[in-house]
Every structure is written in C-alpha cells, then in structure tokens.
C-alpha cells in the first residue's frame, strides 16, 4: 500500500473516550463525499432512500480512519468531529496557499538592487 501524501494523526474526544483519526487523502475524499451526499439528500428529501445506502458506506469507510474501533453510540460525534478536523486542515491548507502565494508575488515585486560602489 502506497503512503498516502497527506497523513495528519490527531485525538478526537467523544463522550469522554479518546480516538485517534488519521486524516489522509482518502478520509478527506470521503468526508466531501458524504457532505455532497448529504446536501442531495437536504435538496431533494425523496432521494433519501437512494442516497442513505451511500451515506451509511461512507460513514463506515470513515470511521475505519480511527483507532480504537468506535462504537454506535458515538458514531454521529464521531462524524461530526471529523468533518470539523478536516474542515480545519482545509481551511489551513487554504490559508496556507495564500500566503504562499502572497510572499511569490511579493517577491517577484521587489526590485533587484545593484551593490553600491564604494567610493576610495
């Protein structure tokens, strides 16, 4: 199995137990999958039973991005916390980005100077 590019570890709280997620490429690719199921099921209510399948195997494969096995009962946390750390590395990366592109741009601005002479 291929490393993936983008592995962040971090520990999640949910009802007083602790889980750590591994968010990698494959996490992030099914958290905005199960957002975009989930806004097809909000647009169109009775697309639900065709969507839910899809949203149940999503929320599955996510939570086997997490250690220990997390039980039913802090499965929807679970989820809800998840969408929030990927949101957050996001919006970092986005951030992140920016500012990289702020300081090219910044440096392609700045004038070269030529050293001055000194007199003798």
């Known amino acids: 199995m ?14 007083g137990k602790k889980y750590r997620l591994t968010l990698t490429d494959q996490v992030l ?16 209510p009775e697309s639900f039973d065709e969507v839910s399948s899809a949203i149940s195997n999503t929320i599955t494969q996510i939570a086997t991005a997490v250690e220990p096995a ?28 920016a500012k990289h592109l702020e300081d090219k741009a910044k440096a392609a601005k700045k004038p070269t100077e030529k050293p001055k002479k000194s007199k003798k």
């Open 2 to 15: 291929m490393a993936n590019a983008c592995m962040i570890s971090q520990e999640i709280t949910i009802n």
């Open 29 to 44: 690719s099914d958290v905005r999958r199960l957002k975009a199921l989930y806004n097809a099921a909000y647009e169109d």
């Open 70 to 97: 997390v039980s039913d009962s802090d499965l929807d946390g679970l989820i809800q916390a998840v969408m929030k750390a990927v949101d957050e590395k996001s919006k970092e990366t986005e951030e992140a980005k």
